[in-house]
């Protein structure tokens, strides 16, 4: 296994998860802007896509099985000890507040007896996920100091990219509404 490897993956990851928070995002804003509310199929199977995928992404960084792209292995090179806990914290913030729950017997799998809660407030998730997207640039930062030739992302740019197309998107359906 190969460390820069590892932390381009969940580099790649993050940048996934926040490309798709900012497109949602931005097309939550559009939503706004008409008479669609929370109770159209429409808008409630999009919300429910977006959690999936949000989670799906986020459980990423704590899967264990051996066929699976390792942030163990990421977390197992980093040298300061609180960074390193730091990634136990998260694990907690992901079990306390439901999250593996919620994607796992609800989401996924359908469990009927599943009688825990089984919603994901945005709040909840996005605090998760600028938590996670922290924590992976103090990793970055962390293992730049100590090992040779580690890359990092820059993706702030790329981001308002992404929501600008959902503006022309709008406004092409908007051409043709």
């Known amino acids: 296994m190969n460390l820069n490897d590892e932390l381009k993956f969940f580099q ?3 940048l996934d998860i926040l ?3 900012a497109v949602f995002k931005k097309f939550e804003d559009e939503l706004k802007k008409t008479h669609l509310t929370q109770y159209n199929d429409f808008v ?3 919300w429910y896509g977006y959690v999936i ?3 799906s992404d986020c459980r990423k960084f704590f899967a264990k099985h051996d066929d699976a792209h390792s942030f163990q292995f990421v977390v197992g090179h980093i040298k300061d000890v609180f960074l390193k806990e730091r990634h136990k914290t998260l694990f907690e ?3 306390d507040k439901k999250l593996k729950t919620v994607l796992n017997k609800y989401m996924l799998h359908a469990d009927k007896r599943v ?3 089984t919603e994901v407030s945005a709040q909840t998730l996005d605090a998760f996920i600028d938590d996670f997207e922290k924590y992976l640039k103090e990793i970055v930062q962390d293992l730049t100091k100590n090992y040779a030739n580690i890359g990092s992302l820059n ?3 790329y981001l ?5 197309e959902v503006d022309v998107f709008f406004e092409e359906v908007r051409k043709v509404a």
Not at 160 to 164: I, L, Y
């Open 12 to 14: 790649d990851l993050i």
């Open 19 to 21: 490309t798709r928070r």
């Open 44 to 46: 409630s199977l999009s």
């Open 53 to 55: 995928s949000q989670l």
């Open 93 to 95: 913030t992901w079990t």
């Open 115 to 117: 009688s825990e809660k």
């Open 155 to 157: 993706y702030d740019t």
């Open 160 to 164: 308002k990219d992404r929501e600008s």
